[in-house]
């Protein structure tokens, strides 16, 4: 039996798991991520991580087929990070630095599209898909024919950053005007509510209590009159911003995950019909599903991606 | 030495040609698209011209790879037509039908996505492209490591029908509204024009003469005011376009095809400037090339998908 890694490298935590070739997964845990000093601890960290547990478990490296490992930065296809903001990276090469402190072939990628891959596999995603995490931030992943779209500047699957209200003037984090995530995220539902609630409008659930994107969604869910009017917009940006997915790849599913898929089947059933409304006919009937794996997406996408390289 | 066919099935005529395995065309021919009677002829009519060919130069068919195809449609990534409204198809397995008809193994892809193939290949591409086709419509197709996107519904590289104007009220010809052919296309550079037409502007050369997409560039190139303002308009629906495109498979280069791309590199240099206001920023750089193999790149990239399945 042979064995590989699965490491999901956040802003705060690294999450590791250990797999048997098959897709189990034996075990979880998790390590601080170390961001001081450029972050120039955490690979050594994650790499002792792995080498104490083999160690500790008698398991020879010569057993384990490698470690697959997501970033959450631009991870071009030979895995190499091209910047990493949050944790403190420039440009480095991942594959070899911690091939290098393990002894063990690494393969990596950005982590929305290790979620991507990791519902492909064993969530609710296909053979062909899309994956939209719509958290604070709007990410994502493509898989086509089971291979994510890494993206020659490693920002395959940024459809975050999608224009879809060019007159915009509010500056998205990324700089730009108009992206998909300054509508689409947690964030961007709160902001479209704080809009609505500053013009004049009937009594709302959202008047009081901390407005938040589940908020939203509870007071719809209520039929309160703004938190409606809010989901109108809000399904209408994202039934034209998945119509756009579809003309490009055009996959089987869209799986959508992140803290605002919570929402789960209200977000289906209101995203569905604008989806259709702005999908070219062949495409109409690409299905829409709630992602399964939850946090787990990324470890499970990761060893599937050392597995693909090395497997 | 083995062979293939690379066969390009238009509206009018299909286009045929005979290649070496190394890619060297070594003959190219036309027969017309006979479509009374649902297009019942145009599979025998293509089948008995491969035949003859392959008697008169007594070519044995265990020399010949097999045959590629691209047709004026939806076509998944099994080679299955869905429908082929200019030749009178549905539903139609085309390697199977024209396989049976010629003995010959035969894969089948979409025109435009053909042509893209044929630019990676041969052309102005690269392994990971996006080809934008400029006509009469808005098509294209997606490249990524050298492989077509096909999509599960065929509709990959649909990208004339992403929508780039919500508020639009006039359909495109699939039906809705809003799609970037409606602007981006060559018909569309021309209803830019007369929309600006109709309003109070100052002397033009587009007051007299055909109002065609070539016009409005030869005007703007003489710095005609009406036709800046035009492409001014254009280039900036165009450069939203582009960057969309950039966010979802993030290619090396995107190749610009059609007869809107002979307006050369007046039509990069107007494009490549909002392109980069609207990138996600690691695309910015991307790179914008013209089309090189015109009228061929489908016969070539035709070849090149009997190649990856046959070769």
């Not at 050594?44 to 160690?55: F, K």
């Not at 490693?154 to 500056?171: D, K, Q």
């Not at 995950?257 to 604008?274: C, F, N, R, T, W």
Request: proline letters at 5%.
């Amino acid at each position: 039996m042979r064995y590989g890694f699965g490491i999901d490298l956040g802003g705060t935590t690294v999450k590791l798991a250990f797999f048997e070739e098959d897709g189990t997964c034996l075990d979880k845990w998790e390590i601080p991520t170390v961001k001081e000093g450029s972050g120039e601890q955490i690979l050594p960290d994650i790499a002792a991580s792995v080498l104490s547990y083999l160690e500790s478990h008698s398991i020879p490296k010569e057993n384990v087929l490698g470690i697959g490992i997501g970033v959450p930065g631009a991870v071009d296809s030979k895995g190499i990070v091209f910047s990493c903001i949050n944790l403190g990276w420039g440009r480095k090469d991942v594959p070899k630095e911690l091939g290098e402190l393990t002894g063990l072939p690494v393969a990596c990628g950005n982590d929305a599209t290790m979620a991507a891959l990791g519902e492909c596999w064993q969530g609710a995603g296909a053979e062909n898909m899309v994956f939209v995490t719509l958290g604070t931030g709007v990410g994502g992943g493509i898989v086509c024919d089971g291979k994510i779209i890494a993206g020659v500047h490693g920002a395959g699957g940024e459809i975050g950053h999608i224009t879809l209200v060019p007159e915009e003037t509010i500056p998205c984090n990324c700089g730009k005007c108009g992206c998909a995530e300054q509508y689409l995220s947690a964030t961007g539902i709160v902001r479209l509510a704080k809009e609505a609630l500053v013009l004049p409008h009937p009594a709302s659930a959202l008047d009081s209590g901390e407005l938040t994107a589940k908020a939203v969604f509870d007071a719809g869910r209520d039929k309160d009159p703004v938190a409606l009017q809010v989901l109108d917009r809000y399904f209408d940006m994202m039934g034209r911003f998945l119509a756009i997915l579809c003309c490009v790849t055009d996959p089987e599913v869209i799986v959508l995950g992140g803290g605002v898929s919570k929402a789960g089947q209200m977000l289906i059933d209101g995203a569905l019909e604008p989806m259709e409304k702005y999908a070219f006919a062949p495409c109409r009937t690409t299905r829409l599903a709630i992602a399964t794996l939850g946090n787990d997406a990324g470890i499970y996408g990761t060893f599937q991606l050392a597995l693909q390289n090395y497997g």
